[in-house]
């Protein structure tokens, strides 16, 4: 049973334009979520979380909206950049299972100069 | 510098042998997890630790032994009964929702 789930395997976008990453969750007790860049090869480095009491949280030129009704959240990275090109996952925890993720199985992103 | 550090970076091991890898952070986390890396299914929780001498099984645990002796430590056996055990597996701690990771380690039957 997946419950989280990142339906785009991968995405191609132009340098300067913006890259929108989907994520859906059908676990209705998640209440904290994340994103994680990785390359391969090494470990999750995380960009941006946003609470389930929020609907959107910005740093930088990133983004993340969370659509609670529709257990969707999405990441926009604005202006897309080469040096994101990665792997980019979606996580999201309750606060009754010690803090463990759960994770999407990951969206390619590849920006193009 | 606080982190997780994980070794080897690869490691290979030959059909039917138990191999242990390493975990240690020193951020003074309680709480540690060991993730599996596999081509297109993201990561996958194996097995995770709240405290020291107390762990829980993950979603993919057969296969796998842990144990939690210190609060720094948290290894991880692949045993002879894990069928897959090729793999990128990955450490992590946490604390109110802050989640480090190691930078993972390369496992290879050959």
Redesign the interface.
């Known amino acids: 049973d997946q419950q989280v789930k990142q339906n785009s395997p991968s995405l191609s976008v132009q340098e300067g334009r913006i890259s929108i990453l989907n994520c859906d969750y059908t676990n209705s007790m998640f209440d904290y979520f994340l994103w994680y860049k990785k390359y391969p090869a090494e470990g999750p480095t995380f960009l941006i979380s946003i609470s389930s009491i929020k609907d959107k949280n910005e740093d930088g030129r990133f983004t993340v909206f969370l659509n609670k009704s529709a257990k969707h959240l999405s990441l926009h990275i604005v202006p897309s950049q080469p040096g994101d090109s990665a792997v980019y996952f979606c996580a999201a925890t309750d606060g009754t299972s010690y803090g463990k993720l759960t994770f999407g199985q990951g969206t390619i992103l590849t920006v193009h100069p | 510098d606080g982190g997780?550090t994980q070794s080897p970076?690869y490691l290979f091991r030959k059909e039917g042998q138990n191999v242990t890898l390493s975990c240690e952070q020193n951020l003074n986390h309680d709480?540690m997890?060991w993730?599996r890396q596999d081509p297109?299914?993201?990561?996958?929780?194996i097995y995770?630790?709240?405290i020291v001498n107390d762990f829980?099984k993950?979603d993919i645990a057969e296969g796998y032994s842990v144990s939690r002796e210190k609060k720094e430590s948290f290894p991880l056996t692949v045993t002879s009964a894990q069928k897959n055990p090729t793999a990128?597996y990955?450490c992590?701690s946490?604390h109110n929702?802050g989640?480090t990771?190691?930078?993972?380690t390369?496992l290879t039957v050959v």
């Open positions: 997780i970076k709480a997890y993730y297109g299914q993201g990561l996958r929780l995770y630790s709240q829980q993950g990128f990955l992590a946490s929702y989640y990771f190691g930078s993972g390369r």
